[in-house]
Every structure is written in structure tokens, then in C-alpha cells.
């Protein structure tokens, strides 16, 4: 597709945020204000820290299932050295588990071959259970004043957690987008051996994503620990699954060499808005998880090519990006 | 049976591709179908066996209107494809029995559970008849690329078809593969088989085909015999003007000696390979399929391991590791695969052309992308890659046009020896002209290329010396007027009678 | 690709191997006669709720000169079946549960009752199978305590939100439904939200967040259980509104001692999980003896407010409980 329909794909999320958001401003005064617009910002950060780091590692055709595991377990690392060390080397200790973590993950991918998803699997596994262990289940708490700031905070009038996400999501989507170790990521994603006989060094571009969803797992876990004032051994629980949706909504595919760190982010904040309409609107418990799966599956089922919106949208042509023909080889590449 | 089209019309959203094609194909005959890519050929096959239903127009067999909506509807009509890319038409974990009656429609092998033992008793009956040594139990995964091609024959001929269409049979064939191909496309057009058979091997379809259509921009161009018409003609009609030396070799050989390979021995590929390769200079590797000419490449790539002999670089010892090793070293390897070690599909025309020379763009770890753009359409334009922006991902180009942005790759890093093997399969007239202007071009700058090709007239006619292997060894040096086609075959086969 | 097929079997080989020798027994099983073993599978060890419990039980078990080997089934039925399984098999004196769920947990007592091997329940109730005591905390006159606390707390009117825990468990719905009847006598008093939070923390710190951009003008929060009352407590202190809002809790972890210590937790309706422990311990051994129990022993939990803290402090520490009140 061209560059118009690849940044389209990447917009359909942004279409289901601005639809969704749309039903929540005529549903309730209280969404469209700044201070519930940060709330969901500020709830969906962890969130979406996690799916950027998520985001590599399956542009590289591959999964991360333990980042949720790997947030408890940096969390709990800073929060056991930050009193014996410091602010500084409290962040430095939780950043260093998770890229430690990260870079076993891209070992066990790379050199012993496993497949992404068993080896995740693995250490999601082994995280949580030394995690468990090292706190015997309890929480660890946090009195440093200074890095409680990190997670309730304000700079200029916007919490911290929200500034840290900018940050990232600058950093590392530029890093995916415009940088040689970007262009590589894409390339060995869509198609490992072409990237590696162009010279390009596959096996390190594998671990080096496994290590960048590991240190952003460390950074969500910080903004946890922080806004919660204890690290919990189960504080990321779950949350994996929560950001692979994320980063699939964003337009990112599952098969490897397609998507982009905006789209993710808008992901993110796509779920963390459903979360957000959930609550505002009182909608009962029950019927929560109910409404919540039918939205995530009408979103990514509503694709532009997809019947009834087809139809709707080839009368509206020549504004509505047009999908991308069949190659005109005699055969469908991938 | 008699297939008759009229009028048939196909677009995709706004590309109309057939504009209108009236042909018609009888049993017991061989129709040829020729063109570029991008004339509509494959897409007419197609329409034909109903993988599309055609916009306009009808068709009708012996007579009478059909519409097909699916494949099924035209397979029980008796129309049946063997694929270019026979993965379509296979299943790779299943073994072959099981691949020959996945479509068991009769319930003879079983409606509920499979009858095994039957499955492979008539699966070997079937092999046999066909001349075909391989065993039914054998996983189709585990054969090799013309031994898959040979059984997706086999399951076309097995399911009692009346139309066969064939798309680029021999793309993956060697010689011998071919000739075997051949016999059971004749053995078919004896039993009263239609055959419809697309490819760009000009030579073969001369020899093979009783009529002749070409195709050009999605109608019938010329319709001919190959005793009324000629290899010319045809050439002409499929490219709308006329092409003259279908071969432009120059000839820009020098004696400096940039890559010379003493004793190379890869252990169980080949042994004991001399070879010399001069600036400016193509040497072709002939040879029939396993004999080593792939492996000896991929050896220089640093994808197979050396293990005896030495490679020297413009008189420095050289130690083939990795592709990057190779390619910092002036090396670059044209793969035949283009699908699974060529193109990165996805992306983007500009970023499969600076794939392989990112460090040259790069300052800061960031990528130019205003010269990665550059970059392409400069190329885009030096090589005519037809796409209508460089930021188009690949697959949306045809075969030609993405052999052109593979090679374009390579060219981009000023290699000194460019490895090619097969750099025309798949590629339509067009796109090889210019491929081998692009030979001539960089021998005139004194690269120099080493061309494995299964294609015995491009690889007689594009290469300076011809050297021959057989089973892993250099059996002949040709050179002068002993490159022929008819000597390298000679040299290649030469085991079969012993 | 067999090297590698070859590594990942042994990962997963070593997994649960692992997983096996964790079910191994800490104690090994002897014949009948001789030391009384005791197996716990409890729902999870992530809530220090009910590591407390563990630690209580296995406090008492001291005392009592019995073995007991703890389980943990992650808050998942699936394991809590499989390890339930494997424990049987070595014939323990008593099977010690707390169910994930009411279903499975009656499909563990229904494999006990197969096995012979005697069950002791607490905390939910299993919906099938026989069983030899069920203790647990009465969850409706815990939320009627809650409402009791928070009527208290708001001088009988103002505008409160609930925070549920996960309501497909029993102890969830009744808190909830206890909570609901015992506020009807506070008629000046209105439920304006009532939003589910999992019994997490983190949940509840994002659900609350959310729920103040629509009711900004509120005067207290219950919530089901500490864990999550500890998570409305930040999102009330992000917001700023920890002096004016009053937040219930229900467990008396030690989290929630420091709190009402500190002043942002009016009071927790305190079930002391080290004494839950204990009293299952006991019963378990007398169970395990043979002896005869009342099949069905309710507890009750008791409110705790800051002028409490000291007494609830001394009260845990007769049972043995260090860690509580640190």
C-alpha cells in the first residue's frame, strides 16, 4: 500500500478513539473535561509503555507474553534497593532487571531457537515466581517522596506518568520510524532472510527488541510503584494481553514487518478510554467485560475493506483512502 | 474439450487488467499463452479456472455457457492449474499419497476415516505410471522443488481433467526436470487434453506448442502457429515494438583477476573447484540441479560453510563468514528466491533498494530519509522499474519489476563481483532486456559476475566462459565457440549414461 | 531444529519438574499413626491476605506438632484442581482449601470425598461435595459492618461510591449486598457509583480516578476489601481529597493498620487472616484426629478504627502474628 494507506491503517484507530470518544461526550458531561482526559491518559500509560516495547518485538513477527511479569518484578527490584541505595540507583537497579529479562528473552528466541511464545511464556513464569519469592507475597512499600513523584507528580499542570509516555513514545517511535535500527526491525521483520543476507544483523536486532520492551516494562513499573506507593509482586498481571490488543488495534500486524508506535499509543488510550466510559457511565460489573470485548471486536472486525463499510465507503471514494489492489503477480505473496 | 472466451473482461477496483479477450482453447492441443507481466496472462488463467469470475463476457465449454464462481465449479468442469507457486496446490506436512487424493471427491480412499494402505498402494500405482520415483509416504515438505512441481502434475493428471493450465512450469526446472515435463504435457495433448501453457521461455514454447497467443495490455496481440510465426515475431507483438538482439552481450573482459578460488571445497556440495574470475568478466556455472553451481555462490556469501581450499580477493586471501563480511568486502549475492530471501514485500520499493547499504545514509544512528527516497527513484529510473511511487511496498509490483528493485540493491553497493543466480526466473521480456543491459553495463565498469542459470540460452549467451559442474566438480572450461548450448548439456549430464 | 526442539522440551521438562518438586511436601507423608500432615491449597499467595493466612496456619500447625504443606494456585481453578489432585494422591490427614471458586472447589471436595481423605473449607464455600467443616467469614455482616463504619463516619448523610470486588465470587456479592442493606439505614446517605475493581489495587486506583471525573462531590468510598480501599486512597491523594472523603476497607492487613494510623483509612472491618489461619488449622487437626466439628463455624470480623489500632495490634500478636503491626 502507499505511504496514504499505510498512515491510514495506522488512522483507524484514531477513528475508533474519536467514534468511541464521540459516544462518550453525547453519553456524559464528565468525559470531554481535561482533568478525565488526563485520568485516562494517566490510567492508560502503563498500559502503553508496555505495548511500545510490545510493538517491536511483534513488528519482528515474534510475541512478548512477559512483560507483564517482568513489570512486577523490576518494580519490586527498585523498590527493594531504593531504600539502601537511592532514587537514582533504585531506577537504574529496575531498569537493569528488565533489560536483563529482556535480554534472556532475545537469547532463548535467538540462540536456542524457541519459538517467541513458549520462550516468553517461560519467563513470565519464572518472573512471577521469583518476584513471588522474593517478596514471600508481600508488597514492598515505598517511602522515597522523590520517587512517588514520578507517578503523582505534575509538570506544568499534566502528571508525570503523562510526560514520561510523551517522552517514550518520542523517543522510541522515532527510533522505530527514522533510525538504521528501525529500518532493520521492519526489514527482518517482514522477511528474516532477506534482512540477513543484506547484511543486516538479524540476531542482534531480535534481542535488542526483547530488551526494549524489557526496559519499558521497567519504566511502566516504576510509574506503578510510584503512583501506588508499594511495588506488588502481582502488580502486572494480565496487563501483557492487554497491551498485544493495544498494539493490534493500533494497526500493528501480528505477522511481522507492519506497524508504528502511534498507532499503538492510540491503541492504548482506545482501551483505557472503554475502561474510562465504563466507569463514568456506572455501567454494571457484570455486563463490563461484556461490552468491553464486543468493543475491541466490532473495532478491529470494522475494517475498512470489510463488507457493509465497503459498500458505505466506495460511495464516499474519492475521500476515504482506496484498499490496496492485488498484486499483479499471478500469485498473492504472503 | 473446446473452451471458448468471449469478451472477457476483468478489472480490480480501477485497474482494468483483460479488456476484452476472445480466445479459444481445444483438446489435443498445446495453446501457448505469452506476455509480459502485467499483460494479463495469469490473471486470464484465472478466470479460466475460476479463482475469478470475469466482469464482462462469457464462457462457454463445448458449446455451452458456464459460470464458475469458485474453483470447484471449474474443477468439476474438468479445468484444472497447476500453479507457479505449487504451494497453492500442495499441502507440505501431508505425504505425498495424501497430497494426490486430497481431493478424493469418489470416498475411495475412505468418507470417514482415510484408508491408508489403499491411499499409498494407488499412489504408487499412479507415481509409477507417470515415471515418478518418489515414495507416497515421503512428506511433500521433504521433496525437493521439482519433485513438488512433478507431483502437482501428477495430481492435476490424477483428477481426470479435460483443461490443464500450466503457469511457468519450468521456473524451478532444470533440463532434465524440463524434459520430463515436457514428455507428460505431450502424454496429456495424446489423451485429448486442452492445454493451456503460459511461460517466457520462448525456445521451449516453440517447441511445445501447437498455437501461440500472445498477449499485450489485457488483449489478444497475435495468434499464430510457431511454424508460421518466429521467436522475432512473437518477441514483438508481446513488447509492441520491435526488440533486435535479443542477447546484447558485450564482451568487456579483462586479465586482472579480482576472485580465484583454489581447491573450494564445501563438504558434500562440491570439492575441489578452481576457478578464476576477471574484471569485467561473466562466468557462467551450468550444471544440472544439486550439482553445486547454487551452493558455490552461497559458500562465497558466507551462507555455507568452506572446508578446505581458499578464496582470494584481487590477490588478498579472503575468508567467506557472513553476508556482511561479504558484502563490506565488495561481494553481493543475487538469490534465485526472490520471495523468501529477497525482498522484504512489505516494505517499501525505496527501502528494499537501500537495505543493503543503510550505513551509507545513516549519520547518528538516524536514517536520511530524503536520501533513501533519492536513492530510489534514482534507481527506479536507471533500472525503469515500472511502480507508480517508490514508497509503494514491493508486492504490488509484478516479478519483473521486483527482480529489477532486488538487483537494484545490489547495485547500490558498488559491489566488485556480483553472484547471480537465476536473475531472470519469473521475469517477463521486458524486465530481462534490462536486466542484461545492466550485465553489460556493469562489466563495462569492470565488475565482475558470476551467472548460475538454469536458462541454457541466457547462460550460453550472457557469459564470457562457461564452466560446467557435475556432481560437486568442474567437469569442462568452455570457451570461444565451444560455448554452446548443446556442449554444456553434454558435460552436465554426462553421469546419466555412467 | 531438533537441537532446539531438544531445549525446549527440557525447559518445559524443568518447568514442571519444578512445579512437581514444589508439590513434593515439605514434610513427607508417613503411615497412618504417627505425625498428622496437613495439605493447603490455598487460592493464592499474591494477596497478603492470605499469606497471613498461610502463616497463621502454619503457626498453629507448629504448635500442634503437625506438618503442613502450602499450595498456591494463583487465583486460577484449573491449578487449584490439578494441585488438589496431586495432593491427594499422597494421602494427607486433611485436605485444607479455600476455592478459587465455589465450582471448582466442590469439584475438589467431590475428588476427596473419592479419595477419603477428609476436607476442611474456608473462607468460600464449595457449592457440592461433603465436607467435614466449613469456616469462614461472614462476608454479609462484614458489608453491614462496612455500612455500620460508614454511616459513622459521614455523621449519617452524604454521597458515597462502592468499590466492588470480583463479583463472580460469593464473598464478592455478598459484601456488596450486605454493604447495600446495612446503608439503608443511613437514609441520608446515597450510593451515587458502584464500580467493580477486582479486589486490585491497581484497579482500583484507575477505577477510582475515573469515577471522581463524574462525581467529584463525594463524601465517602467503601471498598470490598483493603487492597482495594489502599488504591482509592491514592487516587483520593492524586486528587487531593484524602481529608474529605472517607474510605472504608475490608481484611486489617498490615497496609491498612498504617493507614488508619495515618489517618486516610476511617476504619477496616478487620478478618484477621493470621487468626483465620490458625482457627482453620485447629479444626483441621481435630478433623484429622477424628474428632467431631460443627460443621459450619462463622466468623466475625470486627471494625477497626484508628482509637482500635492498639488493641487489634495486641490481640494478633497473643496469636502469634509479628507482621501485621510493624
Given at each position: 500500500m502507499n505511504r496514504l494507506s499505510a498512515l491510514a491503517l495506522q488512522l483507524r484507530a484514531v477513528w475508533m478513539l474519536l467514534g468511541v470518544a464521540l459516544i462518550l461526550v453525547v453519553a456524559t458531561p464528565f468525559f470531554f473535561t481535561s482533568s478525565n482526559l488526563m485520568a485516562i491518559a494517566l490510567a492508560a500509560s502503563i498500559t502503553a509503555l508496555l505495548a511500545i516495547g510490545e510493538t517491536f518485538v511483534i513488528i519482528l513477527g515474534g510475541i512478548d507474553l512477559s512483560v507483564g511479569a517482568m513489570l512486577g518484578f523490576t518494580s519490586v527490584i527498585t523498590a527493594m534497593v531504593l531504600p539502601h541505595a537511592g532514587l537514582v540507583w533504585g531506577l537504574l537497579a529496575g531498569l537493569g532487571a528488565g533489560a536483563g529479562a529482556g535480554l534472556i528473552n532475545g537469547l532463548l528466541v535467538t540462540?536456542?531457537?524457541?519459538?517467541s511464545f513458549i520462550a516468553t511464556l517461560a519467563s513470565l513464569s519464572i518472573l512471577s515466581g521469583l518476584t513471588l519469592y522474593l517478596t514471600k507475597g508481600n508488597p514492598v512499600g515505598v517511602s522515597s517522596e522523590a520517587f512517588r513523584l514520578i507517578g503523582t507528580g505534575r509538570i506544568l499542570g499534566v502528571p508525570t506518568p503523562i510526560w514520561i509516555l510523551l517522552v517514550c513514545a518520542v523517543v522510541f517511535g522515532t527510533l522505530l520510524a527514522r533510525s538504521r535500527f528501525g529500518r532493520q526491525v521492519y526489514a527482518t521483520g517482514d522477511n528474516f532472510e532477506a534482512a540477513h543476507l543484506s547484511g543486516m544483523p538479524v540476531t542482534r536486532v531480535k534481542v535488542a527488541a526483547f530488551v526494549i520492551s524489557g526496559v519499558l516494562a521497567g519504566i511502566a513499573g516504576f510509574i506503578l510503584a510510584a503512583r501506588l506507593g508499594t511495588a506488588q509482586?502481582?502488580?502486572?498481571?494480565?496487563l501483557e494481553l492487554t497491551a498485544i490488543a493495544a498494539v493490534i488495534i493500533g494497526g500493528t500486524s501480528l505477522l511481522g514487518g507492519r506497524g508504528a508506535v502511534v498507532g499503538t499509543v492510540i491503541g492504548a488510550l482506545l482501551l483505557g478510554t472503554i475502561d474510562n466510559g465504563l466507569n463514568l457511565l456506572n455501567v454494571s460489573p457484570f455486563l463490563q467485560d461484556v461490552v468491553k470485548g464486543a468493543v475491541i471486536l466490532f473495532a478491529v472486525f470494522v475494517d475498512r475493506n470489510a463488507g457493509p463499510i465497503r459498500i458505505i465507503a466506495q460511495s464516499f471514494k474519492h475521500v476515504i483512502p482506496r484498499a490496496p489492489t492485488p498484486t499483479k503477480e499471478s500469485v498473492p505473496t504472503r | 474439450m473446446q473452451l471458448k472466451l468471449r469478451g472477457i473482461r476483468k478489472q480490480f477496483g480501477e485497474n482494468e487488467v483483460l479488456k476484452g479477450i476472445d480466445l479459444t482453447v481445444n483438446g489435443g492441443e498445446v495453446t501457448a499463452l505469452l506476455g509480459e507481466n502485467g499483460a494479463g496472462k495469469s490473471t486470464l488463467a484465472r478466470v479460466i479456472s475460476g479463482a475469478y469470475p470475469a466482469n464482462e463476457g462469457t464462457v462457454e465449454i463445448d458449446g455451452s455457457r458456464v459460470s464458475f464462481h469458485k474453483p470447484q465449479d471449474a474443477m468439476k468442469a474438468g479445468i484444472q492449474v497447476i500453479y507457479q507457486e505449487f504451494r497453492h496446490n500442495l499441502f507440505p506436512q501431508l505425504s505425498v499419497a495424501e497430497n494426490l487424493y486430497a481431493g478424493d471427491r469418489s470416498g475411495r480412499h475412505g468418507r470417514l476415516w482415510s484408508n491408508r494402505v489403499r491411499m499409498q498402494k494407488d499412489a504408487d500405482e499412479v507415481l509409477k505410471s507417470l515415471g515418478m520415483s518418489m515414495s507416497p509416504r515421503a512428506l511433500v515438505r521433504d521433496l525437493s522443488v521439482p519433485q513438488q512441481q512433478m507431483l502437482a502434475i501428477a495430481k492435476a493428471i490424477g483428477e481426470d481433467a479435460s483443461l490443464v493450465i500450466f503457469d511457468e512450469p519450468t521456473a524451478a526446472l532444470d533440463q532434465a526436470e524440463s524434459e520430463a515435463l515436457f514428455v507428460q504435457v505431450r502424454r496429456l495433448r495424446e489423451e485429448g487434453v486442452a492445454i493451456v501453457y503460459i511461460s517466457h521461455r520462448l525456445t521451449e514454447v516453440f517447441g511445445l506448442a501447437d498455437r501461440l497467443v500472445v498477449l499485450r495490455d489485457g488483449v489478444v496481440a497475435l495468434e499464430t502457429t510457431p511454424a508460421a510465426s518466429s521467436e522475432r515475431e512473437v518477441v514483438q507483438a508481446m513488447v509492441g515494438r520491435p526488440v533486435e538482439n535479443f542477447y546484447p552481450k558485450e564482451h568487456n573482459g579483462t586479465?586482472?583477476?579480482?576472485l580465484q578460488l583454489r581447491g573450494l571445497c564445501s563438504a558434500g556440495r562440491f570439492s575441489d573447484v578452481d576457478l578464476q574470475v576477471h574484471a569485467g568478466e561473466v562466468v557462467g556455472i551450468g550444471g544440472v540441479q544439486g550439482c553445486g553451481k547454487g551452493s558455490l555462490l552461497r559458500s562465497l556469501y558466507g551462507l555455507l560453510p568452506v572446508t578446505g581450499g581458499e578464496v582470494q580477493l584481487d590477490g588478498a586471501a579472503f575468508r567467506p563468514t557472513t553476508p556482511r563480511a561479504a558484502i563490506a568486502s565488495g561481494i553481493c549475492y543475487l538469490t534465485p528466491d526472490r520471495q523468501n530471501e529477497g525482498l522484504?514485500?512489505?516494505?517499501s520499493v525505496a527501502r528494499n533498494i537501500s537495505m543493503a547499504t543503510l550505513d551509507a545514509i545513516t549519520s547518528g544512528g538516524m536514517v536520511n530519509a530524503k536520501a533513501e527516497q533519492a536513492r530510489g527513484e534514482k534507481m527506479r529510473a536507471a533500472l525503469d522499474i515500472k511502480a507508480r511511487s517508490v514508497n509503494q511496498p514491493v508486492s504490488a509490483l509484478s516479478g519483473g519489476n521486483q527482480q529489477k528493485v532486488l538487483l537494484g540493491r545490489w547495485l547500490m553497493t558498488n559491489p566488485k563481483i556480483l553472484l547471480m543466480e537465476e536473475p531472470t526466473r519469473g521475469v517477463d521480456v521486458g524486465a530481462k532486456a534490462e536486466i542484461y543491459r545492466v550485465i553489460n553495463e556493469q562489466t563495462s565498469r569492470g565488475v565482475a559476475i558470476v551467472l548460475v542459470s538454469s536458462d541454457l540460452p541466457e547462460l550460453v549467451e550472457m557469459s564470457d566462459r562457461v564452466i560446467v559442474m557435475r556432481e560437486g566438480r568442474v567437469v569442462a572450461e568452455l570457451a570461444g565457440n565451444d560455448t554452446t548450448q548443446e556442449s554444456v548439456l553434454h558435460h552436465a549430464l554426462e553421469s546419466a549414461a555412467s | 531444529m531438533r537441537k532446539n526442539t531438544l531445549v525446549t522440551m527440557a525447559v518445559v521438562t524443568t518447568m514442571s519438574l519444578s512445579l512437581a518438586a514444589c508439590n513434593r511436601s515439605s514434610a513427607s507423608d508417613t503411615a497412618a499413626g504417627g505425625t498428622k500432615s496437613a495439605t493447603l491449597v490455598i487460592s493464592?499467595?499474591?494477596?497478603p491476605f492470605f499469606v497471613s493466612v498461610a502463616d497463621g496456619a502454619k503457626a498453629k500447625a507448629k504448635t500442634l506438632g503437625m506438618t503442613i504443606d502450602v499450595q498456591n494456585a494463583n487465583n486460577a481453578d484449573q491449578a487449584s484442581l490439578d494441585l488438589a489432585s496431586a495432593a491427594l494422591n499422597k494421602k494427607p490427614s486433611v485436605l485444607i482449601i479455600d476455592p478459587v471458586s465455589s465450582a471448582s472447589g466442590g469439584s475438589i471436595v467431590t475428588l476427596a470425598n473419592t479419595g477419603g481423605v477428609p476436607v476442611v473449607a474456608f473462607d468460600r464455600m464449595p457449592e457440592s461435595g461433603d465436607l467435614k467443616a466449613f469456616i469462614g467469614y461472614d462476608a454479609i455482616q462484614a458489608g453491614k459492618n462496612g455500612a455500620k463504619a460508614m454511616g459513622e463516619a459521614l455523621g449519617g448523610r452524604g454521597k458515597i461510591v462502592e468499590i466492588q470486588g470480583i463479583m463472580g465470587t460469593s464473598v464478592a456479592q455478598e459484601r456488596s449486598k450486605g454493604f447495600n442493606e446495612g446503608i439503608?439505614?443511613?437514609?441520608?446517605?446515597?450510593?451515587v457509583a458502584t464500580q467493580p475493581a477486582e479486589f486490585d489495587r491497581g484497579k482500583a486506583l484507575n477505577v477510582m480516578t475515573n469515577v471522581l471525573q463524574s462525581n467529584r462531590d463525594i463524601d465517602g468510598v467503601y471498598a470490598a476489601n483493603d487492597e482495594m480501599a489502599l488504591g482509592v486512597i491514592a487516587a483520593l491523594k492524586a486528587a487531593g481529597l484524602t481529608d474529605k472523603v472517607k474510605v472504608v476497607g475490608n481484611d486489617g492487613i498490615a497496609d491498612a493498620v498504617k493507614a488508619i494510623k495515618d489517618g486516610t483509612l476511617y476504619a477496616t472491618n478487620a478478618e484477621s487472616p493470621f487468626a483465620l489461619g490458625s482457627e482453620v488449622m485447629a479444626l483441621a487437626a481435630k478433623v484429622a484426629n477424628g474428632e467431631q466439628v460443627e460443621k459450619k463455624k462463622v466468623l466475625q470480623g470486627f471494625l477497626v478504627k484508628s482509637a482500635d489500632v492498639p488493641s487489634y495490634c495486641k490481640k494478633l500478636a497473643d496469636l502469634g502474628d509479628t507482621a501485621t503491626c510493624k
Amino acid at each position: 500500500m502507499n505511504r496514504l494507506s499505510a498512515l491510514a491503517l495506522q488512522l483507524r484507530a484514531v477513528w475508533m478513539l474519536l467514534g468511541v470518544a464521540l459516544i462518550l461526550v453525547v453519553a456524559t458531561p464528565f468525559f470531554f473535561t481535561s482533568s478525565n482526559l488526563m485520568a485516562i491518559a494517566l490510567a492508560a500509560s502503563i498500559t502503553a509503555l508496555l505495548a511500545i516495547g510490545e510493538t517491536f518485538v511483534i513488528i519482528l513477527g515474534g510475541i512478548d507474553l512477559s512483560v507483564g511479569a517482568m513489570l512486577g518484578f523490576t518494580s519490586v527490584i527498585t523498590a527493594m534497593v531504593l531504600p539502601h541505595a537511592g532514587l537514582v540507583w533504585g531506577l537504574l537497579a529496575g531498569l537493569g532487571a528488565g533489560a536483563g529479562a529482556g535480554l534472556i528473552n532475545g537469547l532463548l528466541v535467538t540462540k536456542v531457537n524457541m519459538p517467541s511464545f513458549i520462550a516468553t511464556l517461560a519467563s513470565l513464569s519464572i518472573l512471577s515466581g521469583l518476584t513471588l519469592y522474593l517478596t514471600k507475597g508481600n508488597p514492598v512499600g515505598v517511602s522515597s517522596e522523590a520517587f512517588r513523584l514520578i507517578g503523582t507528580g505534575r509538570i506544568l499542570g499534566v502528571p508525570t506518568p503523562i510526560w514520561i509516555l510523551l517522552v517514550c513514545a518520542v523517543v522510541f517511535g522515532t527510533l522505530l520510524a527514522r533510525s538504521r535500527f528501525g529500518r532493520q526491525v521492519y526489514a527482518t521483520g517482514d522477511n528474516f532472510e532477506a534482512a540477513h543476507l543484506s547484511g543486516m544483523p538479524v540476531t542482534r536486532v531480535k534481542v535488542a527488541a526483547f530488551v526494549i520492551s524489557g526496559v519499558l516494562a521497567g519504566i511502566a513499573g516504576f510509574i506503578l510503584a510510584a503512583r501506588l506507593g508499594t511495588a506488588q509482586p502481582s502488580a502486572g498481571k494480565g496487563l501483557e494481553l492487554t497491551a498485544i490488543a493495544a498494539v493490534i488495534i493500533g494497526g500493528t500486524s501480528l505477522l511481522g514487518g507492519r506497524g508504528a508506535v502511534v498507532g499503538t499509543v492510540i491503541g492504548a488510550l482506545l482501551l483505557g478510554t472503554i475502561d474510562n466510559g465504563l466507569n463514568l457511565l456506572n455501567v454494571s460489573p457484570f455486563l463490563q467485560d461484556v461490552v468491553k470485548g464486543a468493543v475491541i471486536l466490532f473495532a478491529v472486525f470494522v475494517d475498512r475493506n470489510a463488507g457493509p463499510i465497503r459498500i458505505i465507503a466506495q460511495s464516499f471514494k474519492h475521500v476515504i483512502p482506496r484498499a490496496p489492489t492485488p498484486t499483479k503477480e499471478s500469485v498473492p505473496t504472503r | 474439450m473446446q473452451l471458448k472466451l468471449r469478451g472477457i473482461r476483468k478489472q480490480f477496483g480501477e485497474n482494468e487488467v483483460l479488456k476484452g479477450i476472445d480466445l479459444t482453447v481445444n483438446g489435443g492441443e498445446v495453446t501457448a499463452l505469452l506476455g509480459e507481466n502485467g499483460a494479463g496472462k495469469s490473471t486470464l488463467a484465472r478466470v479460466i479456472s475460476g479463482a475469478y469470475p470475469a466482469n464482462e463476457g462469457t464462457v462457454e465449454i463445448d458449446g455451452s455457457r458456464v459460470s464458475f464462481h469458485k474453483p470447484q465449479d471449474a474443477m468439476k468442469a474438468g479445468i484444472q492449474v497447476i500453479y507457479q507457486e505449487f504451494r497453492h496446490n500442495l499441502f507440505p506436512q501431508l505425504s505425498v499419497a495424501e497430497n494426490l487424493y486430497a481431493g478424493d471427491r469418489s470416498g475411495r480412499h475412505g468418507r470417514l476415516w482415510s484408508n491408508r494402505v489403499r491411499m499409498q498402494k494407488d499412489a504408487d500405482e499412479v507415481l509409477k505410471s507417470l515415471g515418478m520415483s518418489m515414495s507416497p509416504r515421503a512428506l511433500v515438505r521433504d521433496l525437493s522443488v521439482p519433485q513438488q512441481q512433478m507431483l502437482a502434475i501428477a495430481k492435476a493428471i490424477g483428477e481426470d481433467a479435460s483443461l490443464v493450465i500450466f503457469d511457468e512450469p519450468t521456473a524451478a526446472l532444470d533440463q532434465a526436470e524440463s524434459e520430463a515435463l515436457f514428455v507428460q504435457v505431450r502424454r496429456l495433448r495424446e489423451e485429448g487434453v486442452a492445454i493451456v501453457y503460459i511461460s517466457h521461455r520462448l525456445t521451449e514454447v516453440f517447441g511445445l506448442a501447437d498455437r501461440l497467443v500472445v498477449l499485450r495490455d489485457g488483449v489478444v496481440a497475435l495468434e499464430t502457429t510457431p511454424a508460421a510465426s518466429s521467436e522475432r515475431e512473437v518477441v514483438q507483438a508481446m513488447v509492441g515494438r520491435p526488440v533486435e538482439n535479443f542477447y546484447p552481450k558485450e564482451h568487456n573482459g579483462t586479465d586482472h583477476t579480482v576472485l580465484q578460488l583454489r581447491g573450494l571445497c564445501s563438504a558434500g556440495r562440491f570439492s575441489d573447484v578452481d576457478l578464476q574470475v576477471h574484471a569485467g568478466e561473466v562466468v557462467g556455472i551450468g550444471g544440472v540441479q544439486g550439482c553445486g553451481k547454487g551452493s558455490l555462490l552461497r559458500s562465497l556469501y558466507g551462507l555455507l560453510p568452506v572446508t578446505g581450499g581458499e578464496v582470494q580477493l584481487d590477490g588478498a586471501a579472503f575468508r567467506p563468514t557472513t553476508p556482511r563480511a561479504a558484502i563490506a568486502s565488495g561481494i553481493c549475492y543475487l538469490t534465485p528466491d526472490r520471495q523468501n530471501e529477497g525482498l522484504a514485500v512489505q516494505q517499501s520499493v525505496a527501502r528494499n533498494i537501500s537495505m543493503a547499504t543503510l550505513d551509507a545514509i545513516t549519520s547518528g544512528g538516524m536514517v536520511n530519509a530524503k536520501a533513501e527516497q533519492a536513492r530510489g527513484e534514482k534507481m527506479r529510473a536507471a533500472l525503469d522499474i515500472k511502480a507508480r511511487s517508490v514508497n509503494q511496498p514491493v508486492s504490488a509490483l509484478s516479478g519483473g519489476n521486483q527482480q529489477k528493485v532486488l538487483l537494484g540493491r545490489w547495485l547500490m553497493t558498488n559491489p566488485k563481483i556480483l553472484l547471480m543466480e537465476e536473475p531472470t526466473r519469473g521475469v517477463d521480456v521486458g524486465a530481462k532486456a534490462e536486466i542484461y543491459r545492466v550485465i553489460n553495463e556493469q562489466t563495462s565498469r569492470g565488475v565482475a559476475i558470476v551467472l548460475v542459470s538454469s536458462d541454457l540460452p541466457e547462460l550460453v549467451e550472457m557469459s564470457d566462459r562457461v564452466i560446467v559442474m557435475r556432481e560437486g566438480r568442474v567437469v569442462a572450461e568452455l570457451a570461444g565457440n565451444d560455448t554452446t548450448q548443446e556442449s554444456v548439456l553434454h558435460h552436465a549430464l554426462e553421469s546419466a549414461a555412467s | 531444529m531438533r537441537k532446539n526442539t531438544l531445549v525446549t522440551m527440557a525447559v518445559v521438562t524443568t518447568m514442571s519438574l519444578s512445579l512437581a518438586a514444589c508439590n513434593r511436601s515439605s514434610a513427607s507423608d508417613t503411615a497412618a499413626g504417627g505425625t498428622k500432615s496437613a495439605t493447603l491449597v490455598i487460592s493464592t499467595l499474591n494477596n497478603p491476605f492470605f499469606v497471613s493466612v498461610a502463616d497463621g496456619a502454619k503457626a498453629k500447625a507448629k504448635t500442634l506438632g503437625m506438618t503442613i504443606d502450602v499450595q498456591n494456585a494463583n487465583n486460577a481453578d484449573q491449578a487449584s484442581l490439578d494441585l488438589a489432585s496431586a495432593a491427594l494422591n499422597k494421602k494427607p490427614s486433611v485436605l485444607i482449601i479455600d476455592p478459587v471458586s465455589s465450582a471448582s472447589g466442590g469439584s475438589i471436595v467431590t475428588l476427596a470425598n473419592t479419595g477419603g481423605v477428609p476436607v476442611v473449607a474456608f473462607d468460600r464455600m464449595p457449592e457440592s461435595g461433603d465436607l467435614k467443616a466449613f469456616i469462614g467469614y461472614d462476608a454479609i455482616q462484614a458489608g453491614k459492618n462496612g455500612a455500620k463504619a460508614m454511616g459513622e463516619a459521614l455523621g449519617g448523610r452524604g454521597k458515597i461510591v462502592e468499590i466492588q470486588g470480583i463479583m463472580g465470587t460469593s464473598v464478592a456479592q455478598e459484601r456488596s449486598k450486605g454493604f447495600n442493606e446495612g446503608i439503608k439505614a443511613f437514609p441520608g446517605i446515597k450510593i451515587v457509583a458502584t464500580q467493580p475493581a477486582e479486589f486490585d489495587r491497581g484497579k482500583a486506583l484507575n477505577v477510582m480516578t475515573n469515577v471522581l471525573q463524574s462525581n467529584r462531590d463525594i463524601d465517602g468510598v467503601y471498598a470490598a476489601n483493603d487492597e482495594m480501599a489502599l488504591g482509592v486512597i491514592a487516587a483520593l491523594k492524586a486528587a487531593g481529597l484524602t481529608d474529605k472523603v472517607k474510605v472504608v476497607g475490608n481484611d486489617g492487613i498490615a497496609d491498612a493498620v498504617k493507614a488508619i494510623k495515618d489517618g486516610t483509612l476511617y476504619a477496616t472491618n478487620a478478618e484477621s487472616p493470621f487468626a483465620l489461619g490458625s482457627e482453620v488449622m485447629a479444626l483441621a487437626a481435630k478433623v484429622a484426629n477424628g474428632e467431631q466439628v460443627e460443621k459450619k463455624k462463622v466468623l466475625q470480623g470486627f471494625l477497626v478504627k484508628s482509637a482500635d489500632v492498639p488493641s487489634y495490634c495486641k490481640k494478633l500478636a497473643d496469636l502469634g502474628d509479628t507482621a501485621t503491626c510493624k
